[in-house]
């Protein structure tokens, strides 16, 4: 049995795997492990005996730990190095569930979206109506980019901690030169800062993994996304393309809007799409009109908003919600109907229930509203891939 190295992670780690392949292939087996589901074919897991023959793990952090590290010789070397991402040129990045494939591809041209103009496509707003809004109005919805780049060093340094290799300061200059793809992917060259530095700390244990210093890594490559003009202004990026965002902006909707008909048709809306997921509503009334700020798993995000009629005679709205325990203060939570509302302050990891008077008759209609003044963000606490903004876990929301 070959020595074998085990590499772990998302498709970062994979680039790893194969580069550390390509230096020690044929005298070592080098094995990758996704972390998750990567939206291509997997490559075979490790064997019990390539796990027994293993001479070093590289793991990514940022990831769920590896699982089969117990099955590994007793002191095998580990190296860690953190994910190489970005949210700091593409703050509005999301999740697109628009993003169909036409088989055989795995996914879809545009998996990566944007949530401002998912907002608008989910409002059911013409094209034109969408990229008017897009670029002729972003002082609606600008973020302070300060902040953004605050948060985004405290990322950065809480993976750092937990590495053994160290790429903060290779993140922190994003603004002279393009250094990213899109939020999730870098481009070549910082892929071989981190194969350099992954040389230095792997070479004491497989001392042939010094050749990672002169990979070049230029074959691989990801989808492009151009940045927003507004958020490259703010920066004071000099080498975005304002037309290249408008080409990509006007595609990435027209796709999205027809694919989301197609969802409509055939009963597979996304989960961002307005009509796919409904709290956990119960009792002599109905929800009408579009959801907002809600999850498939519960979360509210931060802020929970839609419009329901009374089936019969309502007197009371009750609300159950659970707030993480890994949020780190208090916080305040809002339950709003109509002109009234009710407060509770909660604590991390506690449950609780917000009750409003309902006096709705038989056909009338009333808006809810329930709002946390703390939201979660694992993925900018460098905790999680999850980067969504997170406030309290919906349990149920019962009229009565």
């Known amino acids: 049995?070959?020595?074998?190295?085990?590499?772990?992670?998302?498709?970062?780690a994979r680039v790893v795997a194969i580069e550390i392949a390509d230096a020690l292939e044929p005298g070592y087996a080098v094995r990758f492990q996704e972390s998750h589901r990567l939206n291509r074919p997997s490559p075979p897991v490790p064997s019990d005996a390539e796990l027994a023959a293993c001479v070093l793990l590289v793991e990514q952090?940022?990831?769920?730990?590896?699982?089969?590290?117990?099955d590994l010789p007793l002191g095998c070397p580990v190296v860690r190095f953190p994910s190489l991402d970005t949210n700091l040129l593409w703050p509005f990045s999301a999740v697109n569930p628009f993003d169909l494939p036409d088989p055989p591809a795995i996914e879809g041209p545009y998996p990566y979206g944007d949530r401002i103009l998912q907002r608008c496509i989910e409002r059911g707003w013409s094209p034109e109506r969408i990229l008017a809004y897009y670029f002729e109005r972003y002082d609606e919805f600008r973020l302070d980019m300060s902040r953004v780049a605050v948060l985004e060093r405290a990322r950065r340094?809480?993976?750092?901690?937990r590495s053994d290799v160290k790429m903060a300061d290779a993140l922190e200059d994003q603004i002279s030169a393009p250094t990213f793809y899109n939020k999730n992917h870098p481009r070549p060259e910082?892929?071989?800062?981190?194969?350099?530095?992954?040389?230095?700390?792997?070479?004491?244990?497989?001392p042939a993994l010094a050749a990672l210093r002169d990979a070049r890594a230029e074959a691989w490559s990801w989808p492009e996304v151009p940045i927003h003009p507004g958020v490259a202004a703010d920066l004071g990026l000099t080498w975005s393309d304002p037309a290249a965002a408008l080409a990509y902006a006007r595609d990435f909707v027209a796709s999205a809007i027809?694919?989301?008909?197609r969802q409509h048709a055939d009963g597979t809306a996304g989960f961002a799409d307005e009509h796919a997921f409904r709290p956990p509503f119960s009792g002599p009334a109905r929800i009408v009109g579009p959801v907002v700020g809600i999850y498939p798993d519960g979360f509210a995000a931060p802020a929970l908003r839609f419009e329901f009629e009374?089936?019969?005679?309502?007197?009371?709205?009750?609300?159950?919600a659970y707030y993480p325990p890994q949020h780190r203060?208090?916080?305040?939570?809002?339950?709003?109907?109509g002109a009234s509302n009710a407060e509770v302050m909660v604590e991390p990891g506690s449950p609780f229930t917000l009750s409003l008077p309902a006096p709705i008759a038989p056909g009338e209609?009333?808006?809810f509203a329930l709002s946390c003044s703390q939201t979660l963000n694992l993925f900018e606490r460098g905790e999680d891939q999850d980067d969504r903004d997170l406030g309290v876990l919906v349990l149920e929301i019962r009229c009565r």
Request: with cysteine; glycine share 4%.
């Open 329 to 337: 203060a208090a916080a305040a939570v809002v339950c709003t109907l």
């Open 1 to 12: 049995m070959k020595p074998t190295v085990v590499v772990y992670g998302n498709c970062q």
């Open 258 to 261: 027809a694919n989301r008909a």
């Open 310 to 320: 009374a089936l019969e005679p309502l007197e009371e709205i009750a609300v159950d």
């Open 157 to 161: 340094d809480a993976r750092d901690r």
């Open 365 to 367: 209609r009333a808006r």
């Open 190 to 206: 910082l892929i071989r800062i981190l194969l350099a530095r992954l040389a230095t700390a792997c070479e004491p244990h497989v």
């Open 61 to 70: 952090v940022g990831e769920q730990p590896y699982a089969r590290a117990g």
